[in-house]
């Protein structure tokens, strides 16, 4: 992209339209008397002086930091030729392009840099050598945020593999996590060591134990006499009574009057009595369904 070339040197005239020659050109911090440096290079390692002296032709070179200042343009017998307030290095899109590191120093209650973007194209694009780099870190229009990717389609874009490191966000090498699905995600393994078991929340060391599959468990069944400990019923008589019938057998010995005369010759009898408790043990019902409904998960573990 080219762009149309500032001015290489800084010069002045006087109200002849004469070389400035030892004119004076103060810098200060915008809306103040205070001095602020500008540099005689790009770099920004020598500072010029303040004021600035201008040669024989009115030149000067002035290399502009990031802050805002004001400029005082005087004659060498410090007579104020004018004073220009909020001067910055040139971001227009005129002339976008800043070469070097460029410094953002501001210390006001608005944004330090403020983008509007009133086109179609994105909002900033950040991107290596190559033009265009397909892989850049890129804000749209829209606010979308794209990182390796020139064209995020959500709110933040992370091109595959996506890997973020730092402690906020570092997972160290053996966490174990679940996923609802089969395999592991890149960068874990799954783990074989747990099968058909569920899952129990703890509030000390974390373990496993049990002897019985999950869906051994958890199915549908009926109990039967063989599934039942062994146990008692107990029974309470309430009270009942018994009916007993009796006579003197026939052709017994002694007669009615031996026997009332001489009671200890006994009777001779013959009865009929109905007694004892009938239990009936008995149930109803269907079988017991213990088929629980699930989602399967793996445990993987961070590579």
């Known amino acids: 992209?080219?762009?149309l070339?500032?001015?290489?040197?800084?010069?002045?005239?006087?109200?002849?339209?004469?070389?400035?020659?030892a004119g004076k050109l103060y810098t200060y911090v915008a809306g103040t008397t205070t001095l602020q440096t500008t540099y005689t290079e790009s770099s920004g390692g020598q500072a010029n002086t303040n004021p600035i002296i201008l040669d024989s032709r009115g030149e000067a070179n002035v290399w502009l930091g990031g802050a805002v200042y004001k400029f005082v343009l005087k004659d060498a017998d410090d007579a104020l030729i004018w004073s220009v307030d909020n001067i910055s290095a040139p971001t227009s899109a005129v002339s976008p392009v800043l070469s070097g590191s460029v410094t953002i120093d501001s210390n006001t209650t608005t944004p330090?840099?403020?983008?509007?973007q009133t086109g179609v194209g994105p909002v900033l694009r950040v991107q290596d050598s190559t033009d265009p780099d397909i892989t850049p870190f890129i804000i749209d229009t829209n606010?979308?945020?794209?990182?390796?990717?020139?064209?995020?389609?959500?709110?933040?874009?992370?091109?595959?593999?996506?890997?973020?490191?730092?402690?906020?966000?570092y997972l160290p090498s053996g966490t174990a996590m679940l996923f609802v699905q089969t395999a592991?995600?890149?960068g874990w393994t799954k783990s074989t060591t747990h099968d058909n078991k569920a899952l129990r929340v703890v509030s000390g060391a974390?373990?496993?134990?049990?002897?019985?599959?999950?869906?051994?468990?958890?199915?549908?069944?009926?109990?039967?006499?063989?599934?039942?400990?062994v146990h008692t019923h107990?029974?309470?008589d309430p009270g009942h009574t018994h009916q007993v019938a009796f006579k003197i057998a026939a052709g017994g010995p002694g007669s009615y009057e031996e026997i009332q005369n001489s009671p200890s010759t006994g009777f001779y009898l013959t009865s009929s009595s109905t007694t004892g408790?009938?239990?009936?043990?008995?149930g109803s019902g269907t079988a017991m369904d213990f088929a629980v409904q699930y989602v399967d998960v793996i445990i993987a573990t961070k590579d």
Not at 5 to 21: H, N, R
Not at 277 to 282: E, F, G, K, R
């Open 112 to 116: 330090a840099l403020k983008i509007t």
């Open 5 to 21: 070339s500032p001015s290489a040197k800084m010069a002045f005239i006087d109200a002849a339209g004469e070389p400035l020659v």
């Open 1 to 3: 992209m080219a762009v």
């Open 143 to 169: 606010g979308n945020v794209g990182i390796g990717t020139a064209t995020p389609a959500s709110a933040l874009d992370v091109a595959s593999p996506g890997v973020i490191t730092g402690a906020w966000a």
């Open 184 to 186: 592991a995600p890149t």
């Open 234 to 236: 107990g029974i309470t």
């Open 277 to 282: 408790i009938t239990v009936n043990n008995a």
């Open 206 to 229: 974390a373990s496993s134990g049990g002897t019985t599959g999950f869906t051994s468990v958890f199915t549908s069944r009926t109990i039967t006499t063989a599934n039942m400990p």
